[in-house]
């Protein structure tokens, strides 16, 4: 799924109880967990504490194209 439908899931489903992982440029998996999804708000383990990514920032980055995100905890 693409980063806006993992946000709008993550909307229903609590907007911050959502966990996600997906596959990096270099093979490698990362996971994240939503912050608050009504803001855009999340971040990937890994990242220091007070670094957060924003869903618009990520699409202006990195597109909607690149990146297939799944739940981790459904």
Known sequence: MRILELQELAK????DSLKFKFKTLF???KQGQWIDAYFGF????????????IVNRWR??????????????D
């Not at 202006?60 to 905890?73: L, T």
């Open 12 to 15: 229903e489903k609590g907007f």
């Open 27 to 29: 093979g490698e998996e």
């Open 42 to 53: 999340f971040r990937i383990d890994g990242m220091k504490e007070s670094t957060i990514f």
């Open 60 to 73: 202006k980055e990195f597109g909607d194209e690149m990146f297939e995100f799944e739940v981790v905890n």
